[in-house]
């Protein structure tokens, strides 16, 4: 029914573009599937009513018929034939369970119903002792049983829910995991900002410790100075009341000081506490997650008879004798994703019985037993499903694809092509190897369908063939289509998530290996066996962004890109680990952005783009995204904002000149100490340095030298912003090779002006 329906909505719309042959081949699409079930179901007339408008409509194609005239006449009256077979079927269908209905009120006991069911086999029942009675249920088990199942489950309610609700409900589970992870990343910082606290506090301690030591000794010097001797020469100054006003007030501030800490402290625990909820929460969020998920769950094994009846059925058609044989069958699957790949799989078998399995003489001779064998097993990989049918037929020769590619226009005859290549002609629309046109394969369509759908549900398909002995098709499929699983990478400033169904693995690389991968002509990148074609993310995204070699003392992260026409290895800057991410399309003003699948949303607020690799790679290979000219470099990276390193331990000047700066276009990192700004500096590469001299860890003295004898670093220029305006400190600071010395409190006309002179 489904089925005319699409098809009355096609042929609507190519009476309205009768030119448009896109609506011919979708027409032919439907046609094809609609055979397919008619031929499963033993609907011989169906089938061939199909099969004759397809052939119409396929040389309808050849010769570019628009649909009107004697076409359009015909493709109708075809149509009408095709509803009323259809309907013929649903009355069929219809009829039998009314008149049924009174029968099955009538049943009074599951003897009676077993009795009647059975009736044409077996004798009128008479009730057996104990141990023939069992006997009996084991022997006519199949009639039994299903009553007692019925039993069984009566209890049990069930409601019907639509699809859509379900997806919504999924969606909205995933909108309070993206929620969640924003509370979480925003507790994260709120505990950062605590620990600064802290050391503010400490610094506001050590710094009144000594006020009350300047203060005491100015009491005891003004007591000497004055000579005081009065009656109270037994008690020290400090002992009487003596105290100034300097040392109430100082007094008071370390009284201040121990309330902050207080504070602090509890505000540390409302953040813990926080965390814990947090945590509680993502535990039930993900179990709500599964439980969504486990609805839409149904086992593979549901759809294995209708799959070895189209095998038992062609075969016999074909005069072939093929076991068909189903793994781990019970392993469960998406209901929206295995509704949609029955009919690639039904396509799959038809092709491996007509032209992979060969006649049991052919068989024979090659030595293999007589009875063909295709096999279909289905396992979980990572969060993938995979599925993987093999068959030990002739396999195919891709000698006979390339010639036929070659006299199809659609690979030149000197191109030279690997095995790989070759094969993933048979999945181009229209292309077909068989020698004839039969009913159950050689249109071209069938295939063509299989990798369209499989693409549609981000999924990919690998063929492997080895001639003589078989072809197996590797299908992976994402586990569930809503919710995914990524990799979240960075190049330059910029991340993007990978989804992990296209990550075949990640190796990392020495970056002197690296730089010898990234020279002209430089010999292809192998792993386990398999040469990759190396290369940098940046490059294959066509930004400004350059791969960071120089000083890089660990192994730099690539990723092995599974799923494309070419292995491809793609060098990042970094991983951010793999998050559960909720995919959010586009919309229409991103639709014809070439490489991405979609965005998310990450913890922080920030949104990410998810990187369509395959198709990235695809275009890269076919050119499609013009290469950007070496020279214009130059220009790009003066456009960029210039990144600006501020080091200072106070929270204030930190906060006060990254406020200035990105008020004047620059791009601001921070560091809080020497040791912290060194560990940044292994990372990022600042375009100038403001710097700070008395800092707790590592001064901004030490800072310097370490910078003017980094080889990566010594150009970058340093402005010290220091209270410490005396000459001595100064000296120091020019000899270890500053640019710039600024006193605190600085002008900001001074600072810009100064940053601007040194950027050039």
């Known amino acids: 029914r489904e089925l005319i329906e699409a098809l009355e909505e096609h042929i609507s719309s190519w009476s309205k573009e009768p030119g448009n042959m896109d609506h011919n081949l979708e027409i032919q699409r ?52 095709l509803l009323k077979l259809v309907d013929g079927i649903q009355s069929l269908v219809t009829q039998p369970a009314k008149e049924e209905a009174p029968v099955a009120a009538q049943t009074k006991t599951p003897e009676t119903s077993a009795q009647n069911e059975g009736s044409k086999t077996i004798k009128p029942f008479v009730k057996p002792k104990a141990k023939e009675s069992a006997k009996k249920a084991t022997k006519f088990g199949p009639e039994i049983k299903p009553t007692k199942v019925a039993q069984q489950n009566a209890p049990q309610e069930t409601i019907r829910v639509s699809a859509n609700l379900l997806d919504s409900l999924v969606n909205l589970a995933g909108e309070t995991s993206i929620s969640r992870g924003r509370l979480e990343q925003q507790i994260s910082d709120f505990g950062f900002t ?54 109430q007030l100082s007094r008071a501030l370390t009284e201040s000081t121990s309330d902050l800490q207080d504070l602090r402290d509890t505000l540390a625990d409302r953040a813990r506490d926080a965390e814990t909820l947090l945590l509680q929460q993502s535990r039930i969020n993900s179990e709500l997650q599964e439980g969504l998920m486990k609805t839409r769950m149904i086992p593979f094994s549901s759809v294995v008879p209708r799959l070895r009846r189209i095998v038992r059925q062609i075969g016999g058609e074909l005069g072939k004798q093929v076991d068909f044989d189903a793994l781990n069958a019970e392993g469960e699957m998406d209901r929206s994703v295995l509704e949609r790949m029955v009919a690639p799989l039904e396509h799959m078998l038809r092709n491996a019985l007509d032209h992979g399995i060969e006649a049991a003489a052919v068989r024979q001779k090659a030595g293999k037993p007589a009875t063909g064998k295709i096999t279909l097993s289905l396992h979980r990989e990572g969060g993938n499903v995979v599925l993987k049918m093999q068959d030990d037929g002739g396999g195919i020769n891709d000698k006979i694809i390339l010639d036929k590619a070659v006299k199809q226009g659609l690979v030149a005859a000197d191109v030279k092509l690997s095995k790989h290549e070759i094969m993933q002609f048979i999945m181009h629309q229209g292309f077909s190897t068989a020698e004839k046109v039969t009913q159950i394969s050689g249109r071209g369509v069938g295939m063509d369908v299989v990798a369209s759908e499989i693409k549609q549900m981000g999924g990919t398909i690998e063929i492997d063939s080895e001639l003589g002995k078989g072809t197996s098709f590797t299908i992976r499929l994402p586990f569930t289509v809503s919710v995914n699983r990524a990799l979240m990478v960075n190049t330059g ?12 693995g990640i190796v990392r690389v020495s970056p002197y290996e690296l730089e010898e991968y990234y020279k002209p002509n430089a010999p292809m990148y192998e792993y386990a066996g398999r040469e990759y074609h190396l290369q940098y993310l940046g490059q294959l995204l066509h930004s400004t962004h350059q791969p960071k070699l120089q000083g890089q003392p660990l192994p730099l992260p ?36 070439n490489g991405v699948s979609g ?12 990187l369509d690799l395959p198709a990235l790679i695809r275009d890269d290979i076919a050119n499609t995204i013009n290469p950007r000219p070496v020279d214009t470099t130059p220009q790009i990276a003066a456009k960029q904002a210039s990144l600006v390193m501020v080091i200072d331990d106070s929270v204030t000047v930190r906060k006060v000149t990254t406020r200035l700066l990105e008020r004047n276009g620059y791009d601001v990192i921070t560091a809080k100490d020497g040791v912290d700004a060194i560990a940044i500096l292994q990372d990022q590469k600042p375009d100038i340095m403001l710097l700070d001299i008395e800092m707790p860890r590592m001064d ?10 980094d080889e990566r670093l010594k150009d970058v220029p340093i402005i010290m912003i220091t209270s410490r305006t005396g000459q001595k400190h100064k000296e120091r600071a020019l000899s270890i090779g500053v640019n710039e010395y600024l006193g605190k409190p600085f002008q900001e006309s001074d600072l810009l002006e100064n940053i601007e002179r040194y950027l050039g």
Do not use: W
Request: aromatic share 6%; no cysteine.
């Open 558 to 593: 690539v990723i092995l890109v599974r799923g494309s026409d070419k292995p491809m290895a793609l060098q990042v800057d970094s991983l951010m680990g793999s998050r559960e991410i909720v995919v959010k399309s586009l919309g229409p003003q991103f639709a014809d952005v």
């Open 493 to 504: 400033e910029d991340f993007y998530a990978i989804p992990l169904n296209t990550i075949e």
């Open 30 to 81: 439907v046609l094809h599937t609609l055979k397919g079930g008619a031929r499963l179901s033993n609907l011989s007339k169906l089938a061939d009513e199909s099969h004759h408008l397809e052939s119409t409509l396929l040389e309808a194609q050849q010769n570019n018929t628009p649909f009107d005239g004697e076409l359009k006449s015909e493709v109708l009256t075809k149509q009408d034939v």
């Open 599 to 610: 965005a998310t949303i990450l913890g922080d607020g920030s949104v990410v783009v998810i």
């Open 700 to 709: 901004g003295f030490e800072v310097a030298t370490l910078v003017r004898h």
């Open 194 to 247: 605590l620990e600064e606290m802290s050391a503010t506090i400490e610094r506001l301690r050590e710094q009144l410790r000594r006020m009350d030591m300047e203060t005491e000794a100015q009491v005891l010097f003004r007591a000497e100075k004055e000579g005081i001797t009065t009656i109270y020469e037994d008690f020290d100054p400090l002992e009487m009341d003596r105290y100034s006003s300097i040392q």
